[in-house]
């Protein structure tokens, strides 16, 4: 064929091209569709999306799929913020965070938190799109150490080593905002029941000691704890390192695939923490037609390939092609039960009440009322219970801790109403000091209950030894309303006074728990909403011990001052 000829069909091929092209019906606007996700899945993601949006339309529309990296603490700050929420331990929600029309956290603790906070955060069911169990990353020399590869490690025995051996480094991922971090939380809670063989006592000894030991290796970001996994092979570099940390599967496979002079091995030890789990949530109800078709997609076997590629796990559990399997990883993973929500929250709080560093000044009621008795507690004292709660909240407390101890009635100190047992200062040098002074306190029978010049006294000695890097505050603890006979000051003065002494850039919180059904719930609520803090009520005396943990674990988040 001649050069005229085939330029001729060059020619016809490009005009043909161009006429198809051209002829082709217009796919009109785009329709849009945002997806938020952690970057363990977003490579994943975006190559299925992009896949999938060359060939999708919907109405004749063509499909814009947009994936961005979110972290999913961010995003569930945000989705609790729209009906006046907040989750425990993650705060208030960054201005700038992103709410996007489809959401895929990492984990369905994440919406089971939020379902706790306010049922109607969330709504809809979600469907995994993929997975990755949660497991022990220990440096495979450890690993050894434990019986790995051929002996099974129970978390039970991890507990036990935990509590007992200070050569054992653990760490995690801060649970307040880490799914991994909260999942192995969870488990090592309920190992610590079982290690503590029936005995209650004991059971929460072996747990504090277990959480103390988390909260001390703990990290707010994964890549700051993989950074504590030791880099060499000798025995003082493995000493000086971390000994074990729960992660993903996928962490551990991304981790080891960087050559590291020393490898982490993936122990699935029993019972399972359960797995990250990628639920596929709706946001925007709007975009609901389009993302449900984009989520046919994503149950296919390309997107499994595709997470394989990553370390991911098929929604089933069932690696795809690429998946690049640990010593002794399970071929398929069984589908975890959800905690209940209470639970969750409830060590949410145990945990913050132990990793938050504070400077505290907590203050008890001794008035003569708190000598009567609560049935729902055997019998014993409006005082004991308190106490008992003041006790077990304090074993929670590490060394870091700075803490003094008050009591008031009316005129317990010469006309003061007040009365100093332990100044404000560190736990580790006056811990058996704080001890000894709640074995002392016995209430004063005919005492009555100055509470507004006690929490003035007490505000002003917060204040004065102010400390910027912890949470200051004044915690009080009382079963009556203001009562004091020889005058003292009124509501209105109180609240004049605390907001003429306060200082913004020494911000000190009062947080005011009312024991039993006679407390004067609404001033209280007056005095901290005006200077800030928070106000907590139990009204059955029993309950006091949770109520107690519940303020002092939030006592980063109260209310600030109106």
Do not use: H
């Amino acid at each position: 064929m001649g050069a005229a000829a085939v330029a001729v069909l060059v020619v016809l091929a490009g005009s043909w091209y161009a006429f198809q092209k051209y002829s082709e019906p217009s796919c009109g606007n785009a329709a849009k569709l945002s997806i938020g996700a952690p970057a363990d899945i977003v490579p994943a993601l975006k190559a299925q999306a992009a896949d999938w949006s060359a060939q999708a339309k919907l109405d004749d529309n063509c499909v814009d799929v947009e994936v961005f990296e979110a972290d999913p603490a961010d995003i569930a700050a945000a989705v609790a913020a729209k009906s006046q929420k907040s989750l425990t331990g993650v705060g208030q929600a960054n201005g700038k965070t992103r709410i996007p029309d489809v959401w895929v956290p990492d984990s369905s603790l994440w919406l089971l938190r939020l379902k706790t906070a306010n049922p109607q955060a969330v709504k809809g069911d979600a469907k995994s799109i993929a997975r990755s169990p949660i497991v022990l990353a220990m440096p495979e020399p450890i690993a050894t150490t434990f019986g790995w590869p051929q002996a099974k490690l129970s978390y039970v025995d991890l507990i036990k080593k935990v509590s007992t051996d200070q050569k054992i480094k653990v760490g995690i991922v801060d649970p307040s905002r880490d799914s991994t971090g909260l999942a192995a939380l969870l488990t090592m809670a309920a190992a610590a029941q079982t290690a503590g063989g029936g005995n209650p006592t004991q059971a929460t000894q072996i747990a504090t000691a277990a959480l103390r030991g988390l909260a001390a290796g703990r990290s707010s970001l994964k890549a700051d704890l993989l950074q504590k996994f030791p880099r060499g092979s000798d025995a003082t570099a493995l000493s000086g390192g971390l000994s074990v940390a729960p992660l993903s599967e996928q962490t551990i496979i991304q981790y080891n695939a960087q050559q590291p002079p020393v490898r982490l091995a993936a122990v699935y030890a029993e019972p399972s923490a359960g797995s990250l789990d990628y639920p596929y949530v709706v946001l925007n109800s709007e975009r609901a037609p389009v993302a449900t078709e984009l989520l046919k997609s994503l149950e296919s076997q390309s997107f499994r390939d595709k997470l394989g590629a990553i370390g991911l796990r098929g929604a089933d559990g069932a690696p795809g092609k690429g998946f690049q399997t640990p010593t002794n990883a399970p071929g398929t993973l069984a589908a975890g039960q959800l905690p209940d929500g209470a639970a969750v929250e409830a060590l949410q709080q145990k945990w913050q009440a132990i990793t938050l560093p504070a400077r505290m000044l907590a203050v008890i009621d001794v008035s003569g009322s708190m000598l009567e008795t609560v049935p729902t507690a055997g019998n014993a004292t409006r005082m004991q219970v308190t106490l008992e709660a003041a006790r077990k909240g304090m074993s929670l407390f590490d060394d870091s801790w700075a803490l003094g101890v008050w009591t008031f009635s009316t005129q317990l100190d010469g006309a003061k109403d007040y009365k100093q047992l332990v100044p404000i200062g560190p736990l580790v040098s006056q811990r058996a000091a704080c001890l000894q002074a709640l074995q002392s306190i016995t209430p004063k029978k005919t005492g009555d209950t100055a509470l507004y010049d006690t929490i003035l006294a007490g505000y002003k000695a917060v204040q004065q030894g102010w400390d910027s890097g912890r949470v200051n505050s004044l915690i009080v603890m009382t079963d009556g309303e203001n009562d004091d006979p020889a005058g003292g000051l009124s509501l209105e003065q109180l609240i004049a006074e605390l907001k003429k002494t306060a200082d913004p850039a020494k911000p000190v919180q009062v947080i005011l728990i009312g024991i039993g059904d006679k407390v004067g719930e609404a001033q209280m609520r007056q005095i901290t909403d005006a200077i800030g803090g928070g106000t907590f009520v139990a009204p059955d005396p029993a309950k006091i011990g949770d109520i107690f943990l519940q303020a002092i674990s939030l006592r980063g988040q109260v209310t600030q001052p109106k």
